[in-house]
């Protein structure tokens, strides 16, 4: 909206309202006249419509008929009749003569000027054949008031309870002749039907089924202040100045129904009213509308504006508007279409907010249209701040969508939610600039339609400043009434200004519809989120889409993991929630809690957690999530439900012992194709119903993966630790361990680098054997470190027997590659199956030192079988009666038994040379088998040259001797094609 439109808009309505005024100057309450009638006296024996003896009351009924002229006109019609008592050839003869009841008013033509000083009710025999005119030509007498002296008002109601109906009042009589010419007609009348307000307060009028034209200034206007009922008329060409009105009320209530109002300055208004329903109107060509101006002033109910239709303005046309409300009224439902301005809010002066819905504006690309025009102004009288809400309405079609005015020293407060304003040529939204933008600006224009999803087409659409986000992904509608947009989907964005007590992101949270997807671009947001209903969560990928915490509360006191008045960055209270694509930092610059770790001043107490003390939520998903700088939980489904956590990077989780990076507490879910590091505790699952975790990978953390308590619960499965990498503990630290499981887990194909303990199973409460296969665990020489730790111990709780199967398990470079604990009156029961324990300071240690609680260890019960065993100090075995058999040892001399090291007295009766320690048949350690083996074990077994190492390297035959058997069988394979090394170990 241009600058110079404002000013014209401005001039035009202030020109109207100030007219106005004169009517309110001239309301004077007093009491109404009794209208008391005088008898009509008829002479026994006389003819009818003489003078009578016998005196009559006044009827309650008469019938009006402009051609009657004497009784035998009226004997025509109806012979019970009296001409002059009952019947009358004009209106007001009919009203004069009448008491209490009704007119009735016959078809033809009445040329008077009509006062209803009594209640009664004026019944035309329809719009389209009974006709008056006025009898007097005065449209204009004087200025001022609708009621100057000397003014042709065609009725003029001056009695309650006055009901008026079936009529044409034409306001340009052939007969006359005013000279003021308007729509084509010569105006005579001044008013249509109006009240007169001079003398007092009049209730009650209704007028329906009446046709109102060729009026100078009022068709039908409730003038005094009283109640009125206006429906089903028709009222045009009602526009001899800027102060015309189609059909008005002034200080009264009531209403305003499926009138159609064509060619009038201001169509349908109600000033100062007490409250008035307009609904079913249409209007057609002229310069406003409908509105309402200063309602609620004097009290009274709230103004409703529904469901009528606007249409075809001249230049500079209103829609609908609303001016200085005192209490706010609903402008819903309406259709307004090729309007120059659609709908209008201007000034208050008092604290209210109205609202306009569902309705449909479409400029339908009428020249320098506005689809909404909200202003602080109050044209020619002090301007006000204003506060409005728009929703579910299109504004389509216009030149702006919306042009939003704030002058100095005022705020303009709008709120535009679930609208399509699309299709607006020049703009959405249009802020006022120079004085029109002076003042300030409040808009929140999240949740719209705005004829894209693209940012920066949506920001090119509209002023600086202004709140766009959250947006729809589409324009659909789904459904009635007004534009009911798609919740489905929403975009949100920080390059969008951000207003109200919530983030940009926990907005469109709050708004989506269950099973909806918020997709956040690019950008950084401040935010605390709960997440309420079933939802995706989609940002633009880790490192782009990036959230911090609003409120900075890591440890405010209180037990557990979600005391009151914790900073949570995301907190999940329902099911079939998905996080994707998003860093969530805890460390936010500006905030400062003082709790400092690993470099990062922590002001989240948790990531993504669920609300557990609400309920259980189930399906939870956070996939290719960064979660960073968190002082107790990175991820953590809390509540007992399902879960499924992939691909995402969770670092310096570690806020205190408790801390854990990824996390489930009674669950069932997948950890799968994580990296985690620099926490407490890296992923684990306490009291499980059967988790996976698969891939993951664990750096620099106190533990790696543990399960703890798992499969307790009816309808568990066990867990499962396959295929994940963990590197470089802390002291102290832990790889993999299983704490008390109720269902046996399965550890397999795990690498364990660098990490103080390995595997580690800790007691149990029932008899269950978790199985560890295939793992490597490498103690890079870390000092102190344990490849295999087995304990009774249950830390912090009692104790309980456990019972272990290792196998396929490569256990190296480590303090001790096998380390037993077993505590007075429990149980350790640990299976070493086809294992290589190797390079170790000590293989395995059993019984030996303390427990954990400062006890005697009493060691386990082992069975020790086919494994291989090359360290610094094979064993030390303080146990009897273990098993020992068919294990490979690295200092068994291949002659006889091996005494295992340790008081135990163990022995291994048959140990083997056979154990994968390397190419069978290489006997120099060449990497390959070749003539120089079969020298080399000559020289060996004849002339007292160097073993080979390990011994079982030389023994091709597999009968756990090396003699010239194994000679004989090398050359054969190498010369002869003879069957490989070893083939009969197979």
Same mark, same amino acid.
Request: net charge negative; charged share 10%.
């Given at each position: 909206?241009?600058?110079?439109?404002?000013?014209?808009?401005?001039?035009?309505?202030?020109?109207?309202?100030?007219?106005?005024?004169?009517?309110?100057?001239?309301?004077?309450?007093?009491?109404?006249?009794?209208?008391?009638?005088?008898?009509?006296?008829?002479?026994?024996?006389?003819?009818?419509?003489?003078?009578?003896?016998?005196?009559?009351?006044?009827?309650?009924?008469?019938?009006?008929?402009?051609?009657?002229?004497?009784?035998?006109?009226?004997?025509?019609?109806?012979?019970?009749?009296?001409?002059?008592?009952?019947?009358?050839? *004009?209106?007001?003869?009919?009203?004069?003569?009448?008491?209490?009841?009704?007119?009735?008013?016959?078809?033809?033509?009445?040329?008077?000027?009509?006062?209803?000083?009594?209640?009664?009710?004026?019944?035309?025999?329809?719009?389209?054949?009974?006709?008056?005119?006025?009898?007097?030509?005065?449209?204009?007498?004087?200025?001022?008031?609708?009621?100057?002296?000397?003014?042709?008002?065609?009725?003029?109601?001056?009695?309650?309870?006055?009901?008026?109906?079936?009529?044409?009042?034409?306001?340009?009589?052939?007969?006359?002749?005013?000279?003021?010419?308007?729509?084509?007609?010569?105006?005579?009348?001044?008013?249509?039907?109006?009240?007169?307000?001079?003398?007092?307060?009049?209730?009650?009028?209704?007028?329906?089924?009446?046709?109102?034209?060729?009026?100078?200034?009022?068709?039908?206007?409730?003038?005094?202040?009283?109640?009125?009922?206006?429906?089903?008329? *028709?009222?045009?060409?009602?526009?001899?100045?800027?102060?015309?009105?189609?059909?008005?009320?002034?200080?009264?209530?009531?209403?305003?129904?499926?009138?159609?109002?064509?060619?009038?300055?201001?169509?349908?208004?109600?000033?100062?009213?007490?409250?008035?329903?307009?609904?079913?109107?249409?209007?057609?060509?002229?310069?406003?509308?409908?509105?309402?101006?200063?309602?609620?002033?004097?009290?009274?109910?709230?103004?409703?504006?529904?469901?009528?239709?606007?249409?075809?303005?001249?230049?500079?046309?209103?829609?609908?508007?609303?001016?200085?409300?005192?209490?706010?009224?609903?402008?819903?439902?309406?259709?307004?279409?090729?309007?120059?301005?659609?709908?209008?809010?201007?000034?208050?002066?008092?604290?209210?907010?109205?609202?306009?819905?569902?309705?449909?504006?479409?400029?339908?690309?009428?020249?320098?249209?506005?689809?909404?025009?909200?202003?602080?102004?109050?044209?020619?009288?002090?301007?006000?701040?204003?506060?409005?809400?728009?929703?579910?309405?299109?504004?389509?079609?216009?030149?702006?969508?919306?042009?939003?005015?704030?002058?100095?020293?005022?705020?303009?407060?709008?709120?535009?939610?679930?609208?399509?304003?699309?299709?607006?040529?020049?703009?959405?939204?249009?802020?006022?600039?120079?004085?029109?933008?002076?003042?300030?600006?409040?808009?929140?224009?999240?949740?719209?339609?705005?004829?894209?999803?693209?940012?920066?087409?949506?920001?090119?659409?509209?002023?600086?400043?202004?709140?766009?986000?959250?947006?729809?992904?589409?324009?659909?509608?789904?459904?009635?009434?007004?534009?009911?947009?798609?919740?489905?989907?929403?975009?949100?964005?920080?390059?969008?200004?951000?207003?109200?007590?919530?983030?940009?992101?926990?907005?469109?949270?709050?708004?989506?519809?269950?099973?909806?997807?918020?997709?956040?671009?690019?950008?950084?947001?401040?935010?605390?989120?709960?997440?309420?209903?079933?939802?995706?969560?989609? &940002?633009?990928?880790?490192?782009?889409?990036?959230?911090?915490?609003?409120?900075?509360?890591?440890?405010?006191?209180?037990?557990?993991?979600?005391?009151?008045?914790?900073?949570?960055?995301?907190?999940?209270?329902?099911?079939?929630?998905?996080?994707?694509?998003?860093?969530?930092?805890?460390?936010?610059?500006?905030?400062?809690?003082?709790?400092?770790?690993?470099?990062?001043?922590?002001?989240?107490?948790?990531?993504?957690?669920?609300?557990?003390?609400?309920?259980?939520?189930?399906?939870?998903?956070?996939?290719?999530?960064?979660?960073?700088?968190?002082?107790?939980?990175?991820?953590?489904?809390?509540? &007992?439900?399902?879960?499924?956590?992939?691909?995402?990077?969770?670092?310096?989780?570690?806020?205190?012992?408790?801390?854990?990076?990824?996390?489930?507490?009674?669950?069932?879910?997948?950890?799968?194709?994580?990296?985690?590091?620099?926490?407490?505790?890296?992923?684990?699952?306490?009291?499980?119903?059967?988790?996976?975790?698969?891939?993951?990978?664990?750096?620099?953390?106190?533990?790696?993966?543990?399960?703890?308590?798992?499969?307790?619960?009816?309808?568990?499965?066990?867990?499962?630790?396959?295929?994940?990498?963990?590197?470089?503990?802390?002291?102290?630290?832990?790889?993999?361990?299983?704490?008390?499981?109720?269902?046996?887990?399965?550890?397999?194909?795990?690498?364990?680098?660098?990490?103080?303990?390995?595997?580690?199973?800790?007691?149990?409460?029932?008899?269950?054997?978790?199985?560890?296969?295939?793992?490597?665990?490498?103690?890079?020489?870390?000092?102190?470190?344990?490849?295999?730790?087995?304990?009774?111990?249950?830390?912090?709780?009692?104790?309980?027997?456990?019972?272990?199967?290792?196998?396929?398990?490569?256990?190296?470079?480590? *303090?001790?590659?096998?380390?037993?604990?077993?505590?007075?009156?429990?149980?350790?029961?640990?299976?070493?199956?086809?294992?290589?324990?190797?390079?170790?300071?000590?293989?395995?240690?059993?019984?030996?030192?303390?427990?954990?609680?400062?006890?005697?260890?009493?060691?386990?019960?082992?069975?020790?079988?086919?494994?291989?065993?090359?360290? *610094?100090?094979?064993?030390?075995?303080?146990?009897?009666?273990?098993?020992?058999?068919?294990?490979?040892?690295?200092?068994?001399?291949?002659?006889?038994?091996?005494?295992?090291?340790?008081?135990?007295?163990?022995?291994?009766?048959?140990?083997?040379?056979?154990?994968?320690?390397?190419?069978?048949?290489?006997?120099?350690?060449?990497?390959?088998?070749?003539?120089?083996?079969?020298?080399?074990?000559?020289?060996?077994?004849?002339?007292?040259?160097?073993?080979?190492?390990?011994?079982?390297?030389?023994?091709?035959?597999?009968?756990?001797?090396?003699?010239?058997?194994?000679?004989?069988?090398?050359?054969?394979?190498?010369?002869? &094609?003879?069957?490989?090394?070893?083939?009969?170990?197979?």
């Amino acid at each position: 909206m241009s600058r110079m439109k404002s000013v014209a808009l401005t001039v035009f309505v202030a020109s109207l309202l100030m007219g106005l005024l004169f009517d309110s100057a001239v309301a004077i309450n007093k009491p109404v006249s009794s209208n008391v009638d005088t008898h009509l006296l008829v002479t026994t024996g006389q003819s009818k419509g003489q003078p009578s003896s016998t005196a009559l009351d006044s009827p309650t009924e008469v019938w009006v008929d402009d051609s009657w002229n004497n009784q035998g006109d009226v004997d025509l019609y109806n012979p019970s009749l009296i001409f002059g008592y009952d019947a009358f050839n *004009t209106i007001q003869g009919g009203i004069d003569g009448v008491s209490g009841s009704t007119v009735h008013i016959l078809s033809g033509t009445y040329i008077e000027n009509i006062t209803v000083n009594k209640s009664v009710e004026l019944s035309g025999a329809g719009a389209g054949s009974c006709f008056v005119y006025p009898l007097l030509s005065a449209p204009m007498p004087g200025a001022g008031s609708s009621l100057p002296d000397g003014a042709s008002n065609l009725v003029l109601v001056q009695a309650n309870d006055v009901t008026i109906s079936g009529l044409t009042l034409d306001g340009d009589n052939p007969g006359l002749t005013s000279g003021v010419v308007v729509g084509g007609a010569d105006l005579d009348a001044r008013n249509g039907i109006i009240t007169d307000h001079r003398i007092g307060i009049f209730n009650n009028l209704e007028i329906y089924e009446v046709t109102v034209k060729n009026i100078y200034l009022r068709g039908i206007y409730a003038s005094s202040g009283g109640t009125f009922n206006f429906h089903y008329n *028709t009222v045009q060409n009602v526009n001899g100045e800027a102060n015309s009105i189609g059909i008005f009320n002034f200080g009264g209530s009531g209403f305003f129904d499926h009138n159609v109002v064509s060619d009038c300055n201001d169509a349908i208004s109600s000033n100062h009213s007490k409250g008035c329903q307009f609904t079913y109107n249409t209007v057609t060509n002229s310069s406003s509308g409908i509105h309402t101006d200063n309602a609620g002033d004097a009290g009274g109910t709230a103004d409703l504006i529904e469901n009528n239709s606007v249409s075809n303005s001249p230049a500079g046309g209103y829609g609908i508007w609303v001016f200085v409300p005192y209490i706010a009224p609903l402008v819903n439902s309406n259709t307004i279409s090729n309007v120059e301005i659609g709908l209008t809010y201007a000034c208050s002066y008092s604290i209210v907010t109205p609202r306009f819905t569902n309705n449909i504006v479409d400029g339908m690309g009428k020249s320098n249209s506005t689809g909404l025009y909200v202003t602080t102004e109050s044209w020619w009288w002090d301007s006000g701040d204003v506060t409005s809400i728009f929703e579910n309405n299109y504004i389509i079609g216009n030149t702006d969508g919306a042009y939003i005015v704030a002058e100095a020293g005022f705020t303009n407060t709008l709120t535009l939610f679930n609208n399509s304003i699309s299709g607006n040529a020049n703009s959405n939204i249009t802020n006022g600039t120079g004085a029109y933008g002076a003042g300030t600006f409040a808009i929140n224009a999240s949740g719209n339609w705005w004829g894209s999803n693209v940012p920066v087409t949506i920001a090119a659409s509209l002023s600086s400043g202004i709140d766009y986000t959250p947006w729809f992904d589409t324009g659909a509608d789904t459904g009635d009434p007004g534009f009911q947009g798609d919740f489905n989907a929403l975009w949100v964005d920080d390059d969008s200004p951000q207003s109200g007590t919530v983030g940009r992101i926990q907005e469109a949270l709050d708004a989506i519809l269950s099973g909806g997807t918020v997709s956040v671009l690019a950008g950084t947001y401040i935010d605390n989120l709960i997440v309420a209903k079933p939802m995706i969560l989609l &940002g633009a990928g880790i490192g782009f889409s990036l959230v911090y915490p609003s409120l900075s509360a890591p440890n405010p006191g209180g037990a557990g993991s979600l005391p009151p008045d914790a900073s949570n960055m995301v907190l999940v209270q329902a099911h079939n929630v998905s996080i994707t694509g998003f860093t969530f930092d805890g460390d936010n610059p500006s905030l400062t809690s003082g709790v400092v770790a690993g470099g990062a001043d922590l002001d989240a107490r948790n990531g993504i957690i669920t609300n557990h003390p609400l309920g259980l939520f189930n399906n939870l998903t956070v996939d290719h999530c960064a979660v960073r700088n968190i002082y107790l939980r990175g991820i953590y489904a809390s509540s &007992g439900g399902t879960f499924n956590f992939h691909h995402n990077i969770v670092d310096n989780v570690q806020g205190e012992t408790a801390s854990i990076g990824v996390f489930n507490f009674y669950g069932a879910g997948v950890f799968d194709h994580n990296t985690v590091s620099n926490c407490n505790d890296a992923i684990a699952s306490n009291w499980s119903s059967g988790c996976t975790f698969t891939y993951n990978d664990v750096t620099n953390s106190g533990s790696g993966i543990h399960t703890d308590n798992a499969g307790n619960a009816v309808g568990s499965t066990a867990d499962l630790i396959e295929n994940n990498n963990i590197s470089n503990s802390r002291v102290n630290g832990y790889g993999i361990f299983v704490f008390a499981p109720y269902l046996a887990p399965v550890i397999n194909l795990n690498t364990i680098t660098n990490v103080d303990v390995g595997l580690t199973c800790a007691g149990s409460y029932v008899s269950v054997t978790p199985q560890f296969t295939n793992n490597t665990v490498n103690g890079m020489g870390k000092a102190n470190s344990a490849g295999v730790y087995v304990t009774t111990e249950i830390w912090g709780y009692t104790s309980g027997n456990v019972s272990v199967h290792f196998e396929n398990n490569t256990i190296s470079n480590l *303090t001790e590659g096998v380390y037993l604990v077993g505590e007075t009156g429990k149980t350790n029961s640990t299976t070493l199956l086809n294992n290589n324990i190797l390079q170790n300071g000590l293989g395995i240690s059993n019984g030996v030192g303390l427990t954990f609680g400062g006890g005697p260890n009493v060691g386990a019960v082992v069975s020790a079988t086919q494994n291989t065993i090359a360290n *610094t100090v094979n064993a030390t075995d303080n146990k009897a009666g273990n098993t020992y058999t068919q294990n490979c040892w690295s200092d068994w001399s291949g002659v006889g038994a091996y005494y295992v090291g340790g008081g135990g007295g163990n022995i291994d009766n048959n140990p083997s040379l056979h154990c994968g320690m390397g190419l069978c048949g290489d006997a120099d350690g060449s990497s390959n088998v070749d003539i120089s083996d079969a020298v080399y074990l000559i020289a060996y077994i004849f002339s007292g040259g160097t073993a080979p190492n390990p011994l079982g390297l030389g023994d091709a035959t597999c009968d756990n001797i090396v003699d010239i058997s194994d000679v004989v069988y090398l050359i054969a394979y190498i010369f002869s &094609g003879g069957l490989a090394p070893c083939a009969a170990c197979e």
